[in-house]
């Protein structure tokens, strides 16, 4: 049996590890770019920050992103559902900026 950690008011919070080698970084600029290494199959959580804002896509080792797509602002940290168990399961992230060259930082939880 698991005990999660609890908050102030003794509810329990939902903790995910960070997975080994789970962590990634990609520029994001006009061209679009897409994770190089894929997401490990038992993370269920990917977390992601942005040092500018950008259009993202959660997919396979074919997902685009485009300026139609997610907008996601900069400076803001995130947590994104990838599925795995029963629900599909997303491998790879795809990033374009919205506006100047950025950083995205990934880390995948477990």
Do not use: W
């Not at 894929?38 to 396979?60: C, M, N, Q, R, W």
């Not at 559902?81 to 930082?105: E, N, P, Q, R």
């Amino acid at each position: 049996m698991t005990t999660l950690p609890r908050d102030n008011d003794n509810n329990p919070i939902q903790a995910l590890r960070l997975h080994p080698d789970g962590a990634h970084a990609l520029t994001a600029t006009a061209t679009m770019s897409r994770n190089a290494t894929t997401f490990h199959d038992e993370t269920k959580i990917v977390s992601v920050y942005s040092t500018g804002p950008i259009y993202l896509a959660f997919g396979g080792n074919d997902i685009t992103a485009n300026t139609d797509g997610h907008y996601y602002p900069a400076g803001l940290y995130y947590d994104f559902a990838i599925g795995g168990g029963k629900s599909l399961h997303y491998t790879h992230i795809a990033v374009i900026a919205a506006d100047a060259d950025c950083m995205v930082y990934l880390s995948e939880k477990h």
